[in-house]
């Protein structure tokens, strides 16, 4: 079917979310094509976070739609989606604690291999699953560590924990909540290495305050303020609009203009 | 008629005494986080330093209030010496520990008062039955415990609502982490509260002496009905306590009072007597998993966290 | 990767091995008592063994367990009181009415977390307590006594003291392997993550109430077999069985033991049930000494037996 491939892997449309009298989403309408690397951007307070938690269900919007791959999603709970081939990665790092780093993988690589309620084989024991988990952690660098348990893991290799977990799930659209956050200067530096590779094969939407790296990865950018669309375009269109400059004016408006 | 004014208000009554060991309760549970099964080891010391007292000094008043100071005095050294240690830890090892404090509870006191239970006699005074309306009598007794309830009530709902102290009691059930950076001392407010729940605790087991027996084990079976209360009205919530004793308590009675009557009218006379107590206690239970199932975060919850 | 041979492991063979040779001793000494001691030790064994199948692996507090051991018992009781006095109608019948119960209850209670969890699965079980209070054609209050213990055609003879705590020893090692083996399955690495962190199994694809609601439910089924175990070892059974101080019992035994540790109940449940022996027969008031242990357990002891001989043997 050309026409479904040609249009939007996931359409947003008038999405509306309030808390008390605040519009955290006001109206929001959003496309993101397939292939490519659509970053959200906004000053704190813009609503990225709660966009990305409505369109993975963990927050149920007031009104508008959903659609993921030509289906509507909106009212879905968060674990269909995931089937569906939605992934996210949580701005607050959320993985197993107490398990190891290849577990983690191995149980999203699970979820997606028919079906839980097999109540006798030894998990660990799957040969299929331990690949995909190591198949994984090998993409993001966390190969050697993959016996470690997640409270034993530095910030850094966490943030690219959930990366993995995220790709085990073998998702159709990979929704990032800030994974730059908190990380240092090379562990930021090595996460838009890996970024680039992976736009090579999923399509991402990003949210990242670090402005330098949305510029060097993104296909598109939209920019959020007070949980409404001001722009959507390419990079330079972005760098260049007026309204944009202003939303951003006294905190960031010194990276925008860089290169 | 008569009978049904005189069980709504022995329901009224119970619902009273009810209150009183939830809001301590509820409270220790919102603020502290705490979860402390031993609640109603303190409602069994307060009937039984209340029989003690009373037949030492002899005089009622003088007792109850010896009673009620001792009460006061075990929760705050009981908080002292063991509780404090378990706050913020989960709320398993809570449940374990003070499990373990009512063993404790029950076999000192088997080991000090005997395993016999203990009666605690009225005065005179208190016995005369009040004509409340034309033709209805009231005992005198189960008529102040409604007052001194009330009062209590009104009492600590002054205290919570008008005064610095229960500002702060307010703000810790609702979030923690605030009366910590208003750079309180916590572990005195934290004494405090424990110390004023037991002493409500101690109330309500030493008003309760004089209609039931005092014995070992007479707490467990109203802490459980406290517990139900405050995840009935929500963790945390004073007013939410009041409205669920009131409630269940007139549910216990009333249950009690006319479900033999009616369980007869479809069974026989003797499956009916067994059925019945049977019955209105497990209404209790019912309602809560209802409310549960339904709101599960209680009817008023006292805030989000 | 984890060494086999460690100290929780031995102990946990020694152990399964002392409680396999205890007939024999008792046999040898003449000691009826102490096998009879044990019989029960290896019913509360099992019971503890599935409770800490909800509460350590699957992070599900109940504080209602003790509810199966009476349904179980009762399921048992009934059916003898009725005439029929076949194992093989009773404990099925035993296993089926407590999945029901673990069913209904889980569906409802998992609805809400936290305290509210622990204090809904305590309001069910004293509902079935009441229930029970409530059957007048089998004893109500009074309980019921069980005349005949029940009869498996000859293949065993439960009214035999060895051949019964053989089979509840059966009963336990089944049980305790099956929830090794479900632990360490598919299903329970994942009602394990979702104790560990429910959001993010939502996120990578599961519905982790389906996984706690068929933990629970298996949960409650082993415990109902424990329950018709119990109530062919007193030959009655009683509403007090699932009395919620019974249900508290059985947290401490798991905890005692070591949570999420697989024998760790079955250690705790010895050491729970002999010191009371042992402090009863020092002193009447052996709760005196029993809870301020527990206090001091919980103070100072984190993990249980198994946690602190998991500890002594790394360091």
């Given at each position: 079917m050309p026409d479904s491939l040609a249009g939007p892997l996931l359409r947003v449309e008038n999405l509306v979310r309030s808390f008390g009298g605040i519009k955290a989403t006001d109206n929001l309408s959003l496309d993101v094509l397939p292939g490519q690397l659509h970053a959200i951007i906004g000053p704190n307070g813009a609503g990225k976070t709660t966009l990305i938690s409505q369109l993975t269900g963990q927050l149920m919007p007031n009104s508008g739609t959903i659609h993921f791959a030509g289906r509507e999603i909106t009212w879905l709970p968060s674990y269909q989606r995931s089937r569906l081939g939605l992934a996210r990665s949580f701005q607050i790092t959320c993985l197993l604690p107490d398990f190891t780093a290849a577990d983690n993988v191995a149980l999203a690589a699970q979820a997606h291999d028919g079906h839980s309620f097999r109540f006798w084989g030894a998990a660990r024991k799957e040969r299929h699953l331990r690949d995909a988990a190591q198949a994984a952690l090998t993409r993001v660098g966390l190969a050697r560590r993959a016996d470690v348990l997640v409270s034993e893991l530095s910030h850094g290799e966490q943030r690219e924990l959930e990366l993995a977990v995220a790709l085990a799930t073998k998702p159709k659209l990979l929704l990032l909540d800030e994974p730059m956050a908190g990380l240092g200067v090379t562990e930021s530096a090595r996460m838009v290495a890996l970024l680039k590779e992976l736009r090579k094969e999923v399509t991402i939407v990003l949210v990242e305050h670090d402005m330098e790296a949305v510029f060097a990865l993104a296909d598109r950018i939209t920019v959020l303020v007070y949980g409404r669309v001001i722009a959507s375009g390419d990079p330079n269109a972005i760098r260049t609009n007026e309204e944009v400059k202003r939303a951003y004016l006294g905190d960031q408006h010194v990276v925008v203009s860089h290169g | 008629m008569l009978v049904l004014v005189e069980q709504s208000l022995n329901g009224l009554q119970f619902g009273l005494l009810l209150f009183l060991l939830a809001a301590g309760l509820t409270l220790v549970f919102g603020i502290m986080d705490f979860v402390n099964l031993a609640h109603g080891s303190l409602y069994m010391m307060g009937a039984y330093f209340a029989a003690t007292f009373v037949a030492w000094t002899g005089s009622f008043v003088l007792g109850i209030?010896?009673?009620?100071?001792?009460?006061?005095?075990?929760?705050?050294?009981?908080?002292?010496i063991a509780l404090r240690h378990l706050y913020g830890r989960d709320h398993l090892d809570q449940v374990l520990a003070t499990f373990g404090l009512i063993l404790f509870f029950n076999d000192a006191v088997r080991l000090i008062w005997g395993p016999a239970g203990l009666s605690l006699p009225l005065p005179a005074w208190l016995t005369v039955p009040v004509q409340i309306v034309p033709g209805v009598f009231y005992p005198a007794y189960r008529l102040s415990i409604i007052v001194v309830a009330l009062a209590v009530a009104a009492l600590l709902y002054v205290v919570v609502m008008r005064t610095r102290i229960g500002m702060l009691i307010r703000a810790g059930a609702s979030n923690r982490e605030m009366i910590g950076a208003l750079g309180i001392n916590i572990k005195l407010l934290f004494t405090l509260v424990f110390g004023l729940g037991a002493a409500l605790a101690g109330l309500a087991g030493l008003m309760q002496a004089p209609i039931l027996t005092v014995q070992i084990g007479m707490g467990e079976n109203i802490l459980i009905l406290a517990f139900v209360i405050i995840v009935i009205g929500g963790i945390g919530s004073?007013?939410?306590a009041f409205l669920a004793a009131i409630f269940v308590g007139m549910i216990d009675t009333l249950g009690r009072a006319f479900l033999p009557d009616l369980l007869r009218t479809v069974l026989s006379s003797a499956a009916a007597s067994t059925a019945a107590p049977?019955?209105?206690?497990?209404?209790?239970?019912?309602?809560?998993?209802?409310?549960?199932?339904?709101?599960?975060e209680g009817l008023f919850p006292a805030a989000k966290r | 990767m984890k060494p086999h041979i460690n100290a929780s492991n031995v102990i946990a063979a020694l152990v399964a091995l002392c409680l396999t040779l205890l007939p024999l001793y008792s046999a040898a000494t003449g000691n009826i008592f102490i096998l009879t001691l044990f019989t029960r030790i290896v019913i509360f064994a099992l019971a503890a063994a599935s409770l800490n199948l909800i509460m350590g692996y699957g992070g599900m507090m109940s504080f209602g367990h003790a509810a199966y051991l009476g349904i179980g018992g009762y399921a048992v009781g009934i059916?003898?009181?009725?005439?029929?006095?076949?194992?093989?109608?009773?404990?099925?019948?035993?296993?089926?009415v407590s999945a029901l119960y673990a069913f209904v209850i889980g569906a409802l209670s998992l609805r809400t977390r936290g305290v509210y969890f622990i204090m809904i699965t305590l309001a069910f079980a004293q509902m079935a307590y009441y229930v029970t209070s409530g059957?007048?054609?089998?004893?109500?209050?009074?309980?019921?006594?069980?005349?005949?213990?029940?009869?498996?055609?000859?293949?065993?003879?439960?009214?035999?003291?060895?051949?019964?705590?053989?089979?509840?020893?059966?009963?336990?090692?089944?049980?305790?392997?099956l929830i090794w083996r479900i632990v360490n399955s598919r299903f329970g690495m994942v009602v394990q993550g979702v104790r560990?962190?429910?959001?993010?199994?939502?996120?990578?694809?599961?519905?982790?109430?389906?996984?706690?609601?068929?933990c629970f439910v298996i949960s409650g089924t082993i415990c109902g077999l424990a329950g018709a175990l119990l109530a062919n070892n007193t030959d009655f059974i009683s509403p007090a069985t699932m009395y919620?101080?019974?249900?508290?019992?059985?947290?401490?035994?798991?905890?005692?033991?070591?949570?999420?540790?697989l024998f760790g109940p079955v250690i705790g449940t010895i050491v729970f049930l002999v010191l009371e022996e042992v402090l009863s027969q020092f002193t009447e008031?052996?709760?005196?000494?029993?809870?301020?242990?527990?206090?001091?357990?919980?103070?100072?002891?984190h993990g249980g037996i198994m946690g602190v001989l998991g500890r002594l043997s790394r360091a």
């Amino acid at each position: 079917m050309p026409d479904s491939l040609a249009g939007p892997l996931l359409r947003v449309e008038n999405l509306v979310r309030s808390f008390g009298g605040i519009k955290a989403t006001d109206n929001l309408s959003l496309d993101v094509l397939p292939g490519q690397l659509h970053a959200i951007i906004g000053p704190n307070g813009a609503g990225k976070t709660t966009l990305i938690s409505q369109l993975t269900g963990q927050l149920m919007p007031n009104s508008g739609t959903i659609h993921f791959a030509g289906r509507e999603i909106t009212w879905l709970p968060s674990y269909q989606r995931s089937r569906l081939g939605l992934a996210r990665s949580f701005q607050i790092t959320c993985l197993l604690p107490d398990f190891t780093a290849a577990d983690n993988v191995a149980l999203a690589a699970q979820a997606h291999d028919g079906h839980s309620f097999r109540f006798w084989g030894a998990a660990r024991k799957e040969r299929h699953l331990r690949d995909a988990a190591q198949a994984a952690l090998t993409r993001v660098g966390l190969a050697r560590r993959a016996d470690v348990l997640v409270s034993e893991l530095s910030h850094g290799e966490q943030r690219e924990l959930e990366l993995a977990v995220a790709l085990a799930t073998k998702p159709k659209l990979l929704l990032l909540d800030e994974p730059m956050a908190g990380l240092g200067v090379t562990e930021s530096a090595r996460m838009v290495a890996l970024l680039k590779e992976l736009r090579k094969e999923v399509t991402i939407v990003l949210v990242e305050h670090d402005m330098e790296a949305v510029f060097a990865l993104a296909d598109r950018i939209t920019v959020l303020v007070y949980g409404r669309v001001i722009a959507s375009g390419d990079p330079n269109a972005i760098r260049t609009n007026e309204e944009v400059k202003r939303a951003y004016l006294g905190d960031q408006h010194v990276v925008v203009s860089h290169g | 008629m008569l009978v049904l004014v005189e069980q709504s208000l022995n329901g009224l009554q119970f619902g009273l005494l009810l209150f009183l060991l939830a809001a301590g309760l509820t409270l220790v549970f919102g603020i502290m986080d705490f979860v402390n099964l031993a609640h109603g080891s303190l409602y069994m010391m307060g009937a039984y330093f209340a029989a003690t007292f009373v037949a030492w000094t002899g005089s009622f008043v003088l007792g109850i209030l010896l009673a009620l100071g001792a009460t006061l005095l075990l929760g705050i050294l009981l908080e002292f010496i063991a509780l404090r240690h378990l706050y913020g830890r989960d709320h398993l090892d809570q449940v374990l520990a003070t499990f373990g404090l009512i063993l404790f509870f029950n076999d000192a006191v088997r080991l000090i008062w005997g395993p016999a239970g203990l009666s605690l006699p009225l005065p005179a005074w208190l016995t005369v039955p009040v004509q409340i309306v034309p033709g209805v009598f009231y005992p005198a007794y189960r008529l102040s415990i409604i007052v001194v309830a009330l009062a209590v009530a009104a009492l600590l709902y002054v205290v919570v609502m008008r005064t610095r102290i229960g500002m702060l009691i307010r703000a810790g059930a609702s979030n923690r982490e605030m009366i910590g950076a208003l750079g309180i001392n916590i572990k005195l407010l934290f004494t405090l509260v424990f110390g004023l729940g037991a002493a409500l605790a101690g109330l309500a087991g030493l008003m309760q002496a004089p209609i039931l027996t005092v014995q070992i084990g007479m707490g467990e079976n109203i802490l459980i009905l406290a517990f139900v209360i405050i995840v009935i009205g929500g963790i945390g919530s004073i007013r939410g306590a009041f409205l669920a004793a009131i409630f269940v308590g007139m549910i216990d009675t009333l249950g009690r009072a006319f479900l033999p009557d009616l369980l007869r009218t479809v069974l026989s006379s003797a499956a009916a007597s067994t059925a019945a107590p049977a019955l209105s206690s497990m209404l209790i239970y019912l309602l809560m998993a209802i409310v549960l199932v339904v709101r599960p975060e209680g009817l008023f919850p006292a805030a989000k966290r | 990767m984890k060494p086999h041979i460690n100290a929780s492991n031995v102990i946990a063979a020694l152990v399964a091995l002392c409680l396999t040779l205890l007939p024999l001793y008792s046999a040898a000494t003449g000691n009826i008592f102490i096998l009879t001691l044990f019989t029960r030790i290896v019913i509360f064994a099992l019971a503890a063994a599935s409770l800490n199948l909800i509460m350590g692996y699957g992070g599900m507090m109940s504080f209602g367990h003790a509810a199966y051991l009476g349904i179980g018992g009762y399921a048992v009781g009934i059916l003898a009181y009725e005439g029929i006095g076949s194992g093989f109608i009773q404990w099925p019948v035993a296993l089926a009415v407590s999945a029901l119960y673990a069913f209904v209850i889980g569906a409802l209670s998992l609805r809400t977390r936290g305290v509210y969890f622990i204090m809904i699965t305590l309001a069910f079980a004293q509902m079935a307590y009441y229930v029970t209070s409530g059957l007048s054609r089998y004893g109500g209050d009074d309980g019921l006594t069980i005349y005949k213990r029940s009869n498996f055609a000859g293949l065993i003879d439960l009214s035999n003291r060895v051949q019964f705590y053989y089979l509840c020893l059966a009963c336990l090692f089944g049980g305790v392997y099956l929830i090794w083996r479900i632990v360490n399955s598919r299903f329970g690495m994942v009602v394990q993550g979702v104790r560990s962190n429910e959001q993010r199994m939502q996120a990578i694809g599961f519905h982790a109430n389906r996984y706690r609601l068929v933990c629970f439910v298996i949960s409650g089924t082993i415990c109902g077999l424990a329950g018709a175990l119990l109530a062919n070892n007193t030959d009655f059974i009683s509403p007090a069985t699932m009395y919620w101080t019974r249900s508290g019992d059985l947290m401490v035994m798991v905890i005692l033991g070591g949570m999420g540790s697989l024998f760790g109940p079955v250690i705790g449940t010895i050491v729970f049930l002999v010191l009371e022996e042992v402090l009863s027969q020092f002193t009447e008031y052996w709760a005196l000494i029993m809870g301020p242990l527990l206090l001091l357990i919980v103070l100072f002891a984190h993990g249980g037996i198994m946690g602190v001989l998991g500890r002594l043997s790394r360091a």
